[in-house]
């Protein structure tokens, strides 16, 4: 079954960036919303951010101004570039279609520790 895959965390430095991307088949790309979501340790999952087939953009209002969205075009992938980390945001994270119908898949950690 279709689901979408997640890459690019790892273990930062607070204040440090990283970009997750995710990959996403075609026709999805091209027909679905697509978000960002993340599950810190011991917590529900929750949304991060959301982009149109159009490229409109949501992140969550705690998140503003760290966190950005975006497609590429070209590579069919949804990425989220994550400045000026926190050990809050410690998580992992999951991308999947807007609302989420697709099985989930095994996410990319990000540990923002010193």
């Known amino acids: 079954q279709v689901h979408l895959v997640e890459s690019g965390g790892g273990l930062v430095q607070p204040g440090g960036s990283l970009r997750l991307s995710c990959a996403v088949p075609?026709?999805?790309?091209?027909?679905?919303?697509i978000s960002w979501y993340r599950q810190p340790p011991g917590r529900q999952r929750e949304w991060v951010a959301l982009i149109s087939t159009s490229g409109l953009t949501n992140v969550a209002n705690a998140l503003r101004g760290r966190f950005t969205i975006s497609r590429d075009e070209a590579e069919n992938t949804v990425n989220l570039q994550m400045n000026d980390l926190r050990s809050e945001d410690t998580a992992a994270y999951y991308c999947?279609?807007?609302?989420?119908?697709?099985?989930w898949g095994q996410g990319t950690q990000v540990t923002v520790s010193s």
């Open positions: 999947n279609t807007e609302p989420p119908d697709l099985p």
């Open positions: 075609e026709n999805i790309f091209n027909r679905d919303r």
